[in-house]
């Protein structure tokens, strides 16, 4: 029966990296699958600084999160833990655009998953 009973809190308590739900409320987001479930939600990811063109994300596995209102990171923080929050959109605003002429515009390569209000905490989690 307590075997029973520790399994059962475990398996509530997992959040997978997917979907759990951190204390704040926010969904804790660790790969692409929780992403696209959790889009429009407060949402929490853990992972490492990094810059791209666009501006400074936060990569957890396959998983790469725009911080868009954000400046770009002080060097000492790339490549370093940190907590991301804010609300999570999926967005292809910032796709290349091709022009009449047929020119390819800079920009991604499809949509990317984009933190709105992004708040980051750099003590490691």
């Known amino acids: 029966m307590r075997w029973a009973l520790a399994v059962a809190l475990l398996a509530a ?3 997978g990296g997917g979907g759990g739900s951190s204390s704040s409320g926010a969904v804790a987001v660790g790969d692409v699958a929780g992403a696209r479930a959790a889009l429009g939600k407060a949402v929490v990811v853990v992972g490492t600084a990094q810059m791209a063109k666009l501006g400074p994300i936060v990569q957890s596995g396959d ?3 725009y911080c868009i209102d954000l400046d770009p ?6 490549g370093k833990r940190v907590t991301a929050r804010g609300t999570l959109d999926f967005t292809q605003e910032y796709d290349a655009r091709r022009s009449p002429g047929g020119v390819i515009s800079a920009g991604t390569s499809g949509g990317v ?3 709105r209000g992004c708040a980051v905490d750099t003590a490691a989690p």
Do not use: I, M
């Not at 990171?73 to 790339?78: E, F, I, K, Q």
């Open 113 to 115: 998953f984009v933190l």
């Open 63 to 65: 998983l790469v999160v």
């Open 73 to 78: 990171w002080p060097d000492a923080l790339t």
């Open 13 to 15: 308590c997992h959040g």
